[in-house]
């Protein structure tokens, strides 16, 4: 069973949450038009196997996004971090 910790409500299972995408892909500038980083970055995912950083909303608790590391392959979940925590690393 996967276990997630929520930064502010402690550990839960993974029903509580839902997955938001990924979390490693920069985000285009605000203000920018290019369309083809605007369409790689919405739609365009890669699949790896190993770590990843995640987006995940706790969606049945306080409602707040948080950026996890999970291994892809094995599920195992690392440190989770609200958002701008990670921004400001
Ligand atoms: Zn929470």
């Not at 997955?19 to 605007?38: E, I, L, N, V």
């Not at 196997?49 to 690392?78: F, I, M, P």
């Amino acid at each position: 069973m996967l276990r997630i910790t929520c930064p502010l409500c402690g550990e839960r299972d993974y029903t509580e949450f839902r997955y938001g995408g990924d979390a490693s892909k920069p985000r285009p500038a605000h203000g920018t038009s290019d369309s083809a980083a605007w369409n790689s970055y919405v739609f365009l995912f890669d699949n790896p196997k190993g770590s990843h950083r995640e987006y995940w909303q706790h969606v049945l608790g306080c409602r707040r996004w948080l950026v996890l590391d999970r291994n892809t392959a094995t599920n195992a979940v690392g440190e989770s971090r609200l958002p701008r925590e990670v921004a400001s690393k």
